[in-house]
């Protein structure tokens, strides 16, 4: 079974502070791990995968597979950035492969 | 390009009623998926479909949801009957191919109300 976790429901944080949100997950293969956003009033949305190894709105996450965790850093963050954001993995194989989100993350950014 | 339609926005039912929702994919994405986000948690997938076809339904629950995508393209979820533990967002996503590699696009949701 896949699992994924994000164990803080809130993060604030001060603007130009850095901010990591935290993702751990369980698969006994080699997942894709991603990160999706969802900003007030607007649409779930992909920010970032692991396989791309892209910089997107100034947030990175590296795959830690010896941890298992997958965790989204930022080193200055923004006002802009306050909104929720999810960690989903997705298995490579047969029904696997579909995406199974964490309970998700509430980021603030203060200013 | 479109992005994927809900509709919906809003519903408020009864309890043991029934109610039923509409998704339009992005054109020429094959996979189509429901997921059901209940108020605090993570969206947990539902359904998903490759074409007209079922791919996985093992967290339907089948004595009051069903799903069908005739011709491939829209799909309709409906619940009959409602219990009040279905009030969440319903999610409708979309994808050129099945796996998250490419990434979903989801639409804005339908959110539900059983009272």
């Known amino acids: 079974a896949q699992r994924v976790t994000q164990p803080e429901k809130l993060l604030s944080v001060f603007k130009g502070a850095p901010v990591e949100l935290k993702c751990n997950y369980s698969y006994s293969g080699s997942p894709e791990l991603f990160w999706y956003v969802q900003y007030s009033r607007q649409r779930l949305q992909l920010l970032l995968r692991?396989?791309s190894r892209e910089s997107i709105k100034g947030f990175t996450a590296d795959l830690n597979k010896g941890e298992t965790s997958f965790h989204l850093k930022k080193p200055f963050a923004q006002e802009e950035d306050s909104a929720m954001y999810y960690c989903?993995?997705?298995?490579?194989?047969?029904?696997?492969?579909?995406?199974?989100f964490g309970s998700g993350t509430q980021l603030t950014v203060l200013p | 390009e479109a992005g994927v339609a809900q509709s919906p926005r809003y519903k408020i039912i009864e309890k043991r009623q029934s109610v039923a929702f509409w998704c339009n994919p992005i054109s020429g994405h094959a996979t189509l998926y429901w997921y059901q986000q209940i108020l605090g948690q993570g969206p947990k997938l539902l359904i998903q479909f490759q074409n007209n076809g079922v791919v996985d339904d093992s967290q339907l629950p089948k004595d009051r949801f069903s799903a069908e995508r005739l011709k491939g393209v829209d799909s309709t979820l409906k619940i009959q009957p409602a219990k009040l533990e279905d009030s969440a967002v319903y999610l409708c996503?979309?994808?050129?191919?099945?796996?998250?590699?490419?990434?979903?696009?989801f639409g804005s949701g339908t959110r539900l109300t059983v009272v």
């Open positions: 996503a979309s994808s050129f191919s099945s796996g998250g590699n490419y990434g979903y696009t």
């Open positions: 989903a993995l997705s298995g490579t194989s047969g029904s696997a492969r579909q995406l199974t």
């Open positions: 692991h396989i």
